[in-house]
């Protein structure tokens, strides 16, 4: 299998060279000459790799998958600047597609693409689509939490007094602190991160460390994205003893999050690209998302993961994601505060 | 007359002079490949100083003058200094021990001592978690840094103690002298090199390491130029605070040269005739194999319970089509980098082994001091060379490159090591014989060094079979080694799933550890060119 690999590797690149000496012009690829594109992608390939397949069937084109954490991607990508082999590049989060828009690396989508996905989702300089949704929830034990608490600011109070697990490298819970920063400000946002350390907050590596933790009995709830509960029961092979919870409608702690996807301004094959990402954002490809990643749909209307509210329902807060790239300042902040 | 006596004269100095030009042709030969070698490997520092340049002054002020700089670099050296610290006391004393007290299975005791190495750090360092849940800080990383490195130390030792001259020893004995004043005014004084370049390798590996730190969340220098990267992009950023990393194993190669431009003027060669003294005593012997079992309970029997656990728990079928493919791909790429980092360290090694000039011995130590720096850097850096080569980027053959760069320092600390075992003076009476060099380095240097160069490249190998952060940047698009196979299982918390690839990379990383281990071996090759030369 790996010879053969390397062999097509060899000659694909061969073939992308020569067609780079050839001269096509960018953007008007024809697509029935392209038979492969490299996408460069930030999601996990136990998650991903089923809908990849889904499309090579469907579209005859091969997918030459290179698997990786989202910022080191990106960060790669920068480096690779106008010679990236990567066509696309499907991240985690909204922040490492907002750096590589930044250098101006990604190519302004074309109207027909992803047109169904609401705007809030969709880069405004139309560099990236959102694809998928993920809620910032609370993740409790119901069993052991009396009171829910309706706003992030409550975690401060005396009732979970070290029940609270957060993840501070994490980058999305780091996205969430970002959106603190931007609409109460550093002060408001610093002054609730050191609440929270009074109030004995517990510190994890991940998100999936908290919900297991919150099974096991060491807390009674967590700071994660929605869909964790599911990756942690699936990877421990059982039930577990954690649910869901959101706060009231419009506190930050409800925020959403997308992983999303851009085309490279150095691929030879843009239009094949968006025919993924078409692929990606439809209604159906859309709804299988919902139903095995567990994932929300970005579509109007869409059904919702099993058991949650619908994405317009949770009343989530109103937030540029483009303006969460660079968290610079939020990071400063957790230093300052001594969660990093 | 005047003109056949000129004429004579002009022949035979131009026959001199010919020898003289070919030997400096050759020579100037040597020093340009060690000049492509050093700007290779240089290539990283370069990038680095290219980034850091591009990111404002004053920001650049900022970033070296904040807080938490200080912190980390702090919690860097406190970190190095231990583990050099602990490494030093516990793997000097351990291999002193094997050396000198009768043991029973002495060559199969010094196993378990390397074995460490076939081990990842991620994973031993996971393994630990599981175990002790909650583990985590300062401490465990010393612990787990230390256990890890080891076996550095003990293997530099042993090859220090098979060089000393047993005749000294059986004289200071029958002076009267105790075995600890022995041990430190005879033995030590000549391995004290050999004891650095293992100290050396450790204080690196410490500072380059990723995988330990991040787990057990300590903020040491790497896992803030990882922050930098990940958290803000900032690409400026991370560069300024990986020069400071290269400030600080400077130091720590500036220190190495110290003690080993101390310990030359000692180091004796082995007398070919010396009998192994050894020292016979109840109490030692028992604390050795105490030292020995907790070592092999720590480092080797909890982490393959813990893998062997998740194995055993993991209900999703095993690929095997996978497995294998995956356990092929990380033979053959570390294969190739063990193969280019010996092509590239031997203009180096030839070099070192004659009078060692100022460049050659710069050229090893710049070599030395980019050692030091993380995976995430030096991928970077290959990433922004190599994606400007076409098809040549994303190879194997790339990445393999990238590994020799990577770990190319293991193979000319070991080549050194053992080329301080060519007695100079051999080299004077074949070349006064009128022996050419080449005809020098494959009679007398080669027989000599090849243990250290076979060990050397053995390491290079073994550390390439665990890469991960240069892996994952330059790996050919789809192709997939056991470290890529177990980070992606780990990355989505499938740690069951990540078991089976986890013990296969700790099974094959232990043939080439028994082949490290097995010094008998090496001193017989070099027992028997000795003699076959006194014939």
Known sequence: MTPKHRIGLVLGAAVISISTLTGCSSGSDQAKDVTEITVYSGRAEEFIAPFFAEWEAKSGIKLNVRYGDSAELAAQILEEGENSPADLFLSQDAGSLGAVSSEGLFTKLTSNVASEIPAKYVAANRNWVGVTGRARVFAYAPDRVKTLPLSVADLTKPAYKGQVGIAPTNSSFQAFVAALVENKGQEFTKSWLEGLQDNGVKIYAKNSAIVEAIDKGEISLGLVNHYYIWEVSEALGRDINVKNGFFVAGDLGNLINVSGAGVLASSKKQSTAEELINFLTSAVTQNEFVEKTHEYSLLEGAKQPEGLPALLEIGAPTIDLDSLKNILITQNILVEVGLL | ?535
């Open chain 2, 1 to 535: 007359m005047q003109t056949t006596y000129s004429g004579r004269t002009h022949s035979s100095t131009s026959a001199l002079s010919k020898s003289a030009r070919n030997q400096s042709a050759s020579k100037l030969a040597l020093r340009s490949a060690v000049g492509i070698v050093l700007f290779l490997s240089t290539v990283p520092i370069i990038y680095l100083f290219i980034r850091a340049a591009q990111k404002p002054f004053g920001q650049t002020i900022d970033l070296l003058f904040r807080e938490k700089t200080s912190r980390v670099l702090g919690t860097t050296a406190i970190l190095v200094l231990a583990v050099v610290v602990l490494t030093l006391l516990i793997g000097v004393t351990l291999a002193s021990a094997l050396h000198f007290i009768r043991l029973p299975f002495r060559s199969l005791l010094i196993i378990p001592t390397v074995l460490p190495l076939a081990i990842p750090s991620y994973v031993f360092t996971y393994t630990w978690i599981a175990f002790i849940p909650g583990f985590s800080g300062t401490f465990a990383a010393i612990f787990i840094l230390t256990l890890s490195t080891l076996p550095y130390v003990i293997l530099a030792t042993l090859a220090g103690l098979r060089s000393v001259d047993e005749s000294q020893i059986e004289v200071a004995r029958s002076l009267g002298l105790t075995n600890t004043e022995i041990f430190l005014r005879v033995v030590l004084p000549q391995i004290k090199g050999y004891i650095s370049a293992g100290v050396l390798l450790t204080a690196l590996y410490t500072l380059s390491d990723f995988g330990a730190v991040s787990l057990l969340n300590v903020e040491s220098l790497t896992v803030t130029i990882q922050n930098l990267y990940r958290a803000s992009y900032d690409r400026g950023a991370a560069a300024v605070i990986a020069l400071v990393l290269i400030a600080f194993s400077t130091i720590v190669v500036i220190i190495d040269d110290r003690v080993k431009n101390r310990a030359k003027a000692g180091e004796a060669v082995k007398a070919p005739t010396s009998k192994k003294v050894f020292i016979e005593s109840k109490g030692t012997r028992f604390f050795t194999l105490l030292l020995l079992a907790v070592l092999f309970i720590l480092s080797i029997v909890i982490p393959f319970i813990v893998l062997i656990t998740r194995f055993l728990d993991n209900r999703v079928a095993i690929n095997w089509p996978d497995l294998l493919s995956a356990s092929l791909s990380t033979l053959l790429v570390a294969a190739i980098g063990a193969m280019i980092a010996l092509v590239l360290a031997a203009p180096l090694g030839i070099l070192l082994s004659g009078r060692s000039d100022k460049f050659t011995r710069f050229a090893q130590r710049i070599i030395t001091i980019g050692h030091g720096l993380p995976g995430v850097v030096v991928g970077l850096a290959l990433v922004s060379v190599g994606s400007k080569l076409g098809v040549i980027y994303q190879s194997i053959f790339f990445l393999g490159f990238a590994y020799a760069l990577l770990f190319l320092a293991k193979l000319v600390a070991s080549i050194n090591a053992s080329l301080a075992r060519v007695p100079s003076g051999i080299k004077d009476v074949a070349t006064s014989l009128g022996a050419n060099p080449w005809a020098i380095i494959k009679k007398v240097v080669a027989p000599i060094a090849a243990p250290g160069i076979s060990l050397g490249t053995i390491l290079v190998f073994l550390t390439a079979m665990k890469e991960l952060p240069v892996t994952l940047m330059l790996r050919p698009t789809g192709f997939e080694t056991l470290a890529t196979e177990i980070w992606s299982s780990a990355a989505i918390n499938r740690f069951n799933e990540a078991a089976p690839y986890a013990l296969i990379l700790v099974l094959i990383a232990a043939l080439p550890t028994f082949l490290i281990s097995r010094p008998d071996k090496a001193d017989r090759m070099f027992a028997n060119e000795s003699m076959g030369s006194e014939k």
